[in-house]
């Protein structure tokens, strides 16, 4: 077994090597190769590889539909319209717009208008509202659909349309998903088309180790849009039994941006169905919508060439000049994230970061709390939300650009799962996450640098160890 073991290393020190990584990665995954047998190889597994480069499903099918290329090329602003918009809007924010549409082809809509909605008991009564107005299809995808009190009243509302005819298409993550086997058979007998995420024989045990659709959107006849933070499930319902008081953030959009959505929809159900989907016209309808928000719908996860939501993120960190507010449940970052941030607070913009007080994993509010030492040294603000759990994935900069969707700050939403985020150039959107954000901080504490450097040692302790599974949580 030994010799098994180091006939491995030898192959994978010899994989390491070649990928030309930073040689201080390099040394530490050979030394752990090297001195730690089996366990190495482990280690390397689950942390070294780069997920990126191993893309698991194709999307040139769908994109390759005329229908779809059609629908790209309408999306695309006319120089004229990107002239005006830089003039007036974005001025130097025209680099993010050029950053995602070269690495991904995310097209920079002008006419949308964009809802921004408080707390999931908000959303669901804006959901089920559109839901049951569906002429034509519904296309959901989650990562957390269950069936109890809240799940169950969306379901009921898409075996009801399912019944009335209109085609109901609905994508769960198999690992954040719980339906009962009677709930399931209601959905197939009822005309609803779902289909399992990656299915995995024990979500339970693997949740942390496979790439998972965490995505949260809805195209409701091809007009109205939803994404954001928000899954389908009595957590995110604030009832007055609840035993947490859940703060989140999400989306209702109407115009162009809704396309984007869609087509990313398509190429995610093409892969979960296993079949060669047929792209309607009625997918795509005309739509009327005069109000002016320039949005792009960013995209990532292993089947993208690049970081795109984690580049956009930190470009638009980096080139900020008045102040960056950012909302995240979980603060994992990667050393990118981290730099852009202390560069922009010792450039003197103002930092402030938003985290929970007491998280729903113990593993990540220590790990988490391992980054704060390194964001007060550089000035930045950093306050805990004391009221309850604040979920909500939020970043607003300059009075101009903001973002809301479903990645958290951490390894994982960088590099691993499926995400997807609304990037807003629009001023008015951007005041009222702003004031959204103020609103919180009168809910939080700021911590003293002082107070948090005489912390317990034990803490200190805890957040060493945690940090080490980042990559994992």
């Known amino acids: 077994m030994i010799a098994i073991n180091y006939l491995l290393v030898i192959l994978t020190a010899f994989t390491v090597l070649t990928k030309n990584l930073n040689p201080t990665k390099t040394i530490s995954y050979i030394i752990v190769l090297v001195f730690f047998p089996f366990f190495g190889l482990i280690v390397y597994y689950l942390f070294g590889q780069e997920y990126r480069k191993n893309k698991i499903f194709n999307r040139k099918h769908v994109l390759n539909q005329k229908i779809i290329a059609d629908v790209s090329e309408r999306l695309k602003p006319d120089k004229k319209e990107v ?17 995602l549409h070269s690495s991904q082809n995310a097209p920079l809509t002008i006419n949308n208008d ?18 049951k107005k569906a002429k034509h299809h519904i296309h959901m995808e989650y990562y957390i659909l269950r069936d109890n009190k809240i799940g169950m009243k969306v379901i009921d509302v898409l075996c009801e349309k399912a019944k009335e005819g209109v085609k109901v298409r609905l994508s769960i993550d198999d690992v954040g998903s719980s339906i009962s086997r009677k709930n399931k058979r209601k959905m197939e007998e009822s005309g609803v088309e779902w289909h399992s995420f990656m299915p995995v024989l024990f979500p339970n045990f693997t949740g942390k180790m496979n790439y998972r659709n965490h995505r949260k959107i809805v195209i409701i006849d091809g007009q109205i849009g939803y994404i ?78 690049w970081a ?24 994992i970052p990667n050393e990118q994230i981290i730099t852009a941030l202390q560069v922009a607070s010792k450039s003197g913009v103002d930092v402030r970061l938003l985290i929970p007080k007491d998280s729903d994993s113990w593993t990540a509010k220590h790990a988490t709390n391992s980054y704060i030492e390194c964001l007060l040294d550089a000035d930045i603000k950093v306050y805990r939300y004391c009221k309850g759990f604040i979920h909500a ?31 807003i150039y629009n001023q008015e959107n951007s005041l009222e996450l702003k004031s959204h954000f103020l609103e919180d901080l009168n809910e939080s504490e700021i911590i003293d640098k002082e107070r948090w450097m005489n912390r317990p040692k034990i803490e200190k302790l805890k957040e060493s160890y945690c940090r080490l599974w980042a990559p994992l949580l």
């Open 308 to 331: 795109n939501i984690m580049e956009v993120l930190f470009t638009a960190i980096v080139t900020s000049e008045k102040y960056v507010y950012l909302t995240t449940p979980y603060f």
């Open 83 to 99: 002239k005006d918009l830089e003039e007036d809007v974005l001025d130097d924010k025209i680099k993010l717009v050029k950053l």
């Open 114 to 131: 964009v809802k921004i909605i408080k707390n999931g008991e908000n959303k669901f009564k804006l959901l089920l509202a559109d839901l």
């Open 393 to 423: 994935k939020t970043i607003v900069i300059d009075d101009v650009f903001s973002t809301v969707g479903t990645t958290n700050m951490d390894y994982r939403s960088f590099n691993i799962n499926f995400e997807i985020n609304a990037i």
């Open 228 to 305: 954001g933070g928000i899954n389908i499930s009595d957590t995110y319902v604030n009832y007055d039994d609840s035993d947490v008081f859940w703060r989140d953030t999400h989306l209702r959009i109407t115009g162009e941006a809704v396309k984007s959505l869609q087509i990313h929809f398509l190429m995610t159900w093409e892969f979960v169905s296993n079949e060669k989907i047929e792209i309607l016209v009625d997918f795509f309808p005309e739509d009327n919508c005069k109000t002016c928000v320039p949005m792009q719908i960013a995209a990532s996860g292993p089947d993208t060439d």
